[in-house]
C-alpha cells in the first residue's frame, strides 16, 4: 500500500482529518483566488474532487503554470517605452513633473487598452494583505533603472516624483509664424 492510499484512508476514516483537509482546500481555494489564475482554482477543485473520490493522485501536486517563464510576465525593458511615453504624453499636456501613482495608472490603461496583462503580471508578490501584482515590482525597478541610466530624474525631496531627462523631451508642436511685412512702404 503506498503512502498516499494511507493517508486517504485516514482522512477517511477520522472527521477530524476531513476536517482538516476541508479547511486546507478553502485555504488553497481561497490563495487561488487571490492570485487571479483561473488554472489555480481548477487545481485545487481538482485535488478536492480526488480527496471525495479517493483517487490515489489526489495529494499529487496539481500542473500550474510556471511563472519563472519570461513569457508569462512583463519585463522592465518592455515597461520602459511606455513610461517614456506616458511621461511625453504629461508633458506636452504641460505636467513636468508626474508621480508614481499616476504612472501605475497610466501604465495600467495602456496595456488594458492593448491585450491586457499577462498571467504572471497579476500574481500576488508581497505576502502583506492585500494584492500586490508583480507588474507594481516591474515597474519600481523600471523607474529605478532609467534613473540610474539618466532617461529620468527625480527630486531628492518629491523622491516618488518623476521628469524626463533633456534627451526624450517631446518636440513641441510650431505654431504659425507672426505675418511680417517684407518691405517698408513710404506713407505720404
Known sequence: MSILATIQRLIQGSPDAQAATSRMIEVLA???IKSGQPDAL???AAQWENLLEGSTNALMPATVPSFNDPANFTTAEEMKPVVIEILQQCYLGGVVEVTNGTIKKQINSHVLRNGGWKDGDLQDSDPKPGVQPLWHKTLSQALY?????GDISNDSKAWRTYRLA??????????QEPKQLTAWEEVA
Open 145 to 149: 533603472e532609467m534613473r540610474q541610466t
Open 166 to 175: 533633456p534627451q526624450h523631451l517631446p518636440l513641441l508642436p510650431g505654431t
Open 30 to 32: 481561497a490563495e487561488a
Open 42 to 44: 481548477v487545481a485545487v
